[in-house]
């Protein structure tokens, strides 16, 4: 579905990032991958993106960085994945401004410093499609997770815009709101999240977790061009979790 599809992923070394990755090489797209962290097992998959970057890009002024130097002569892409970000739970007394500075520099600056260079470097060729991954948190109120939520929200709201924005050339932007994911059970602020709510939270997510291979697959479908006119749109994929 994504042959010879040039994509730049923005992701960690988490499994999330991992199988998106892999999915997408197995689709034989041209991946440019630019990871947070360092890939232990990077040579496991598929085969090799085109470009792989280990660079800190959670900032406006990282991601300026980023397009002056590893993304300088890069263009034509046909489409982007935000994949990054940083999760937290605090409760409300706790929400210092640099706690909610650094989220929002990770969730939300981040991308939209990302959206300006690439339109004004007219990076993506029409038809292109973005994909942001966001949480079904954007929608839900839960305990200890005003910051992350609000984060996510704004996320969201970008993306909307975009959207919008970008019609006239066909380029299609979207998000994916996903619930609880496997791989990231461990993670001390999903198991600090779990502590605070009692596991209720977890309980409600009636299908259980997602695995990341199921999420990969949706970044791949969105990316296609097996959809050409969904966009501005929000998918859940929460196992329930908001029925």
């Not at 947070?36 to 990077?42: A, E, G, P, Y």
């Not at 839960?142 to 919008?164: D, G, H, Q």
Request: charged residues 25%; aromatic residues 10%.
């Amino acid at each position: 579905m994504l042959d010879d599809k040039k994509i730049l992923f923005f992701g960690t070394d988490n499994d999330i990032s991992i199988k998106i990755v892999e999915n997408l090489l197995k689709q034989n797209a041209i991946v440019t991958f630019v990871s947070k962290n360092k890939i232990k097992d990077i040579d496991s998959l598929h085969k090799n993106p085109i470009n792989y970057f280990i660079k800190d890009y959670y900032s406006p002024e990282k991601i300026k960085n980023i397009f002056k130097t590893e993304l300088k002569n890069e263009k034509g892409f046909d489409g982007i994945v935000f994949g990054g970000g940083i999760g937290g739970v605090r409760p409300i007394k706790f929400n210092k401004i640099d706690f909610v500075k650094r989220m929002f520099d990770a969730n939300v600056f981040s991308f939209m410093e990302l959206m300006r260079h690439v339109v004004k470097r007219d990076f993506l060729n029409d038809s292109a499609s973005i994909v942001g991954l966001s949480s079904v948190s954007s929608t839900k109120g839960l305990k200890s997770k005003e910051v992350y939520s609000a984060s996510k929200a704004a996320l969201e709201a970008a993306l909307r815009s975009c959207a919008a924005e970008l019609a006239h050339r066909h380029i299609r932007v979207n998000s994916i709101q996903k619930g609880w994911v496997t791989s990231d059970m461990n993670l001390d602020f999903i198991k600090n999240n779990r502590s605070i709510n009692d596991d209720s939270d977890f309980k409600k997510q009636l299908l259980g977790p997602i695995e990341p291979q199921e999420l990969a697959n949706l970044v791949g479908f969105l990316l296609s061009d097996q959809v050409k006119t969904i966009t501005g749109t929000s998918i859940v994929l929460d196992g329930g979790y908001t029925l």
